[in-house]
């Protein structure tokens, strides 16, 4: 309630929005008002989208909701973005998130937490999570301050979050959505893809973001589906696997009573249910929490004081003490955790005990996707634990923050297309979420086991 307050006195009441962009979001208004009669005139003509503050934008502040990239203003623009804007749609604005996409709460932001526009019923005016480390796609998309938004995914970072908002939000392919432009976290793991109101809406938007890039390496040089035209409810002929090992000790007996319910659905849309065993989902989240922080450790070597934003003390003696200065002042709390662990299982000592380790882990677990999906069709799960939790609840605890991400790593490990739609509310009347997750390049699977 104290945040809350915080943020309506401040005029920020959500806090979603790090930097507002009207004039970009009208722009395309009135080029899609010029052409509305025209061929050009596209499914995103005049669409105004919040992008996600880890996209870099031309001309606009791009921070991963950091201090060291305050002020940082590219010469370039995403793929991702370009390809929207290319598609007639406009930007209203840069959205806040986890710094550096590092969270599942929003908290780690250094502008500030996100706000859930949800509440819980029992009243207590507590603010709740909006999920991360989209938090503020999610929020914005839910407060129904855009239409859709732009997400990334590298362990549950647009399911999660849109999870906790009653949300749609899907995490294509690895490979699909163009990587270039875009601040890196994980690489081997970092997926864009759309967050909106309803399944359809992520189809069209992800048809606009996909597409081979030459610019992204690990661009997949495929053809885009006509997601949206290819939409059917109808799951006859389909196997939806429930693999077994998601039942987790502890699981809050709402969250069964809605994955039975999803079961009873997919049921009267025709599918047969299977269960299946994915017997490696135990070691995803310690599997992910040594390849993603790796990965991040290695990336954020270049944020330095040199190339990009921030820089302390201009009057340094040496490099060194101004890269140490710069980074400590510009890295929030949870980046220096996940860089300490990641030069930590990267260094000679330990490199083989624990990268190498989670490599082959990695490798057991996609199996095991691919041995289950020899059964069925798409799986179905929860999308997290829990419904959102307060703000606060979490944040001095980074291993019960860690243990959130426990349903969504291991599609992200796995490089599976995976979605998650709103299916109902709790006793307390906040969203949950059920997972989707599809075989390799299967979106179309998922999309249409999720409408
Ligand atoms: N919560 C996970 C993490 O903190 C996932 C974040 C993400 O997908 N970007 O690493």
């Known amino acids: 309630a104290e945040a809350f307050n915080a943020a309506v006195a401040a005029g920020k009441p959500l806090n979603a929005f790090l930097v507002e962009t009207p004039e970009h979001a009208l722009a395309a208004a009135d080029e899609a008002d010029r052409g509305r009669a025209s061929a050009e005139f596209r499914p995103l003509s005049g669409v105004p989208l919040g992008i996600k503050d880890l996209f870099c934008t031309a001309g606009y502040q791009t921070t991963a909701a950091s201090h ?19 598609a007639g749609a406009g930007m209203l604005g840069k959205l806040n998130l986890d710094q550096f996409a590092m969270g599942s709460s929003n908290e780690t932001s250094y502008y500030g937490n996100v706000i859930s526009p949800w509440r819980r019923k029992d009243g207590g005016n507590a603010a709740l ?53 875009v601040v890196a976290f994980a690489s081997s793991l970092d997926q864009a893809g759309p967050m909106a109101r309803d399944v359809r809406d992520c189809a069209i938007l992800l048809e606009a973001m996909s597409g081979f890039d030459p610019k992204d390496s690990t661009s997949l040089d495929l053809p885009v589906p006509q997601w949206e035209a290819g939409l059917s409810a109808d799951l006859r002929g389909k196997k939806v696997g429930i693999p077994k090992e998601y039942r ?70 040496n490099l060194q003490e101004m890269y140490a200065a710069t ?27 624990y990268y190498t380790k989670a490599q082959k882990v990695r490798a057991l677990i ?52 995976a979605m998650s739609v709103p299916a109902g509310l709790d006793a307390q009347g906040l969203p949950l979420g059920l997972q989707i997750i599809g075989k390799p390049l299967d979106e179309q699977g998922v999309l249409n086991a999720g409408l």
């Open 68 to 86: 060291i990239l305050e002020g940082f203003v590219p010469t370039y623009e995403s793929t991702i973005t370009a390809k929207l804007f290319g």
């Open 248 to 317: 987790v000790e502890g699981m809050p007996p709402e969250i069964e009573a809605l994955w039975q319910q999803g079961i009873a659905w997919a049921r009267d849309a025709g599918a047969e249910i299977v269960e299946v065993s994915l017997p490696h989902t135990r070691y995803a989240l310690p599997t992910y929490y040594i390849i993603a922080p790796a990965e991040a450790s290695s990336n954020l070597a270049r944020y330095d004081g040199v190339r990009y934003g921030e820089r302390e003390l201009p009057d340094h003696a």
């Open 129 to 181: 999570a909006p999920g991360g480390s989209s938090g503020g796609s999610s929020a914005a998309v839910a407060a129904r301050m855009a239409p859709g938004a732009t997400g990334t995914d590298t362990g549950g970072s647009i399911r999660q979050p849109a999870a906790f908002t009653g949300i749609s939000g899907i995490k294509p392919t690895y490979g699909r959505c163009s990587r270039w432009g």
């Open 327 to 353: 980074r400590a002042a510009g890295f929030g709390p949870e980046v220096k955790r996940r860089i300490l662990i990641g030069t930590y299982v990267l260094s000679a000592g330990f490199y083989d005990a």
């Open 366 to 417: 996609a199996r095991d996707f691919e041995q289950a999906f020899q059964q069925c069709d798409v799986l179905l799960t929860p999308t997290a634990p829990s419904a959102a939790f307060a703000l606060g609840e979490k944040s001095a605890d980074p291993l019960a923050m860690y243990l959130n991400d426990v349903f969504t790593v291991p599609a992200s490990l796995a490089g599976l297309p």
